[in-house]
């Protein structure tokens, strides 16, 4: 069974001028996200900032985001690390703390052969008792975790479910869809390619696009799986060149603007990232006012 079937969203967070996470703000982020249907929570994953998290903080944003979700959608922890037994250590806290499912990102800067990945994933999910979805995000981690890689891990580790994936290349989803029988649980990890992804059989999306915009994002993924494919794609097309102007800077710079422009509390980056550029942010706040994005009273 899916850990979740729609769209989850990839949350910030949201920290003070003196660099604390702000928890309170996130409980009321995470509010209004199950409010306007998301149907899932994914914590500390690139969009969070966890590169720049110490461990207790990581932690204890996972509990939060448990304790605030209150079992209305699943929680999916992000506890991957370019070192396993870290990877291992923040997986079973998050397994302590409540989690519905950990998502494992592949080792970053290290990398490993794809022999010494399928180690890395097997000891990672053997750890925990709950659901693992794998992350492949070749262009953050310097290396493409293949299709046959993929399928072995789904195949031979009962708790690897599935994979966020974040390329672009069609084919290679298909490929992985093909070696995996179709019993694999993919997600979108791009929302540009939402609906390409949904066309050959993934459960949803992980996007930074719900951030602002949860609701609608929920809606593209639903239309589809409901069949109503024309408005699926109405949506898809309304909201691309803001998807694009989201990645104007890198994640998640332009969405923490976003989120300010919208009315949330400002939420301040830790280094290396900066405040967004004047030029691009005047540039995504005149695609966000085209689009219409609901503004809110936090």
């Given amino acids: 069974m899916a850990v979740f079937t729609g ?51 990581h932690i204890e944003c996972i509990r939060q985001a448990v304790v605030f979700t209150k079992k209305r959608v699943p929680v999916i922890a992000g506890t991957g690390s370019n070192s396993t037994e870290t990877a291992i250590y923040l997986s079973k806290e998050a397994d302590k703390a409540g989690a519905d499912a950990i998502l494992v990102v592949s080792p970053y800067y290290n990398k490993g052969t794809q022999k ?69 649980d993919i997600y979108s990890g791009d929302d540009a390619v939402t609906l390409p992804y949904l066309s050959v059989g993934a459960k949803g999306v992980i996007s930074v696009l719900s951030n ?36 104007l800077e890198v994640n998640p710079i332009p969405v923490k603007e976003a989120l300010e422009i919208c009315g949330w509390p400002k939420s301040y980056l830790r280094l290396p990232l900066t405040k967004m550029e004047t030029e691009n942010a005047l540039i995504l706040a005149k695609e966000m006012e085209r689009v219409a994005i609901k503004k809110v009273n936090a």
């Fill in 7 to 57: 769209a989850g969203v990839a949350i910030v967070t949201p920290m003070k001028e003196n660099g604390e996470v702000d928890f309170e703000t996130l409980g009321k982020m995470i509010d209004y996200q199950v409010e306007n249907g998301t149907d899932a929570i994914i914590v500390c994953g690139s969009t969070g900032e966890a590169s720049t998290l110490s461990h207790e903080e």
């Fill in 212 to 247: 602002i915009a949860p609701r609608e994002t929920h809606d593209m993924v639903m239309k589809f799986l409901n069949g109503d494919t024309k408005g699926s794609l109405e949506l898809q097309l309304k909201y691309h060149k803001l998807i694009h102007d989201l990645f």
């Fill in 116 to 184: 010494g990945i399928v180690t890395h994933f097997t000891k990672v999910a053997q750890s925990v008792d709950i659901p693992m979805l794998l992350y492949n995000i070749p262009g953050r981690t310097g290396v493409n975790v293949q299709p046959k890689t993929i399928a072995e891990l789904v195949h031979n580790v009962d708790n690897i479910l599935g994979v966020k994936s974040s390329v672009s290349d069609i084919s290679q989803v298909v490929e992985t869809m093909d070696l995996c029988n179709g019993d694999i």
